[in-house]
């Protein structure tokens, strides 16, 4: 069975631009969650979605979306980029919502310059 | 929010040694597991542990929930078994999944 797979894998971005991020979960999963990585922070959670609808929402600003599709995959849009967004971008599933095993993607890793 | 601890934070070990990893949580929890990131930054899944003792080869776990602990044990460690293992649960407080990641302990194991 395919794992979760997310592009790009790399990114580089300008300060003020956008920029959205895919996810394909495994196949038969419906929640995906996303994360963020940085050496300050350490993994954060930003968001989760299940059946189309964000279940939870970290602790970051709005300039952080995502969406979930019909089949499950999902994007996250990170828009008027800045420097401090330079991260690796971690996507997760699982087979449905609550406390089930997550597994992780490959990331994106982002560069805002 | 819930609070995750690991310890020890780095930990150098010569290729057969033994070690111990440690985890410590603030509040109860639906879901515990472990990763360890390689390189290029994927977590790999090791075990998925809210409670109990599980074994997969050289790697075990052990989580005691009335304690708010979880230890993650490595025997006869080799080379490829550096990297950071991270901790991460899920509070029983939240609706949904939404793991919190524990900073990690960094593992070098010298040939």
């Known amino acids: 069975k395919a ?14 631009q956008q920029v959205t991020l ?18 300050g922070q350490g993994l954060q959670f930003l968001f989760e979605y299940f059946s ?3 279940r939870n929402k970290g602790n970051f600003p709005g300039r952080f979306s995502g969406r979930q599709f019909s089949n499950s995959r999902s ?3 990170v828009s008027t980029l800045e420097l401090g967004d330079s991260a690796l971008y971690l996507c997760a599933s699982s087979l449905t919502e609550g406390p089930y095993e997550q597994y992780f993607g490959p990331g994106t890793r982002l560069t805002v310059t | 929010g819930i609070q995750v601890e690991q310890s020890p ?5 010569q290729e057969g040694a033994n070690s111990t990893l440690r985890c410590n949580f603030s509040d109860s ?5 472990w990763f360890h990131q390689n390189p290029w930054g994927q977590l790999i899944n090791l075990f998925y542990i809210p409670s109990g003792t599980k074994q997969n080869g050289r790697l075990s776990a052990t989580t005691v929930a009335t304690e708010r602990y979880s230890l993650l044990y490595i025997s006869s460690s080799q080379t490829t078994d550096s990297g950071v293992y991270f ?8 609706s949904g999944s939404r793991l919190t990641f524990g900073e990690g302990t960094q593992l070098t194991v010298n040939p």
Not at chain 1, 23 to 35: A, E, L, N, T
């Open chain 2, 9 to 13: 934070p780095d930990l150098i070990l």
């Open chain 2, 87 to 94: 901790c991460a649960v899920d509070g029983r407080e939240t």
């Open chain 1, 22 to 39: 895919s996810c394909s979960p495994i196949s038969g999963h419906r929640s995906v969650s996303w994360y963020q990585q940085t050496p």
């Open chain 1, 75 to 77: 994007e996250m849009n």
């Open chain 1, 52 to 54: 189309e609808t964000q």
């Open chain 1, 3 to 16: 794992g979760v797979t997310q592009t790009p894998r790399y990114l580089i971005k300008t300060r003020g």
């Open chain 2, 29 to 33: 929890v639906n879901n515990l597991q």
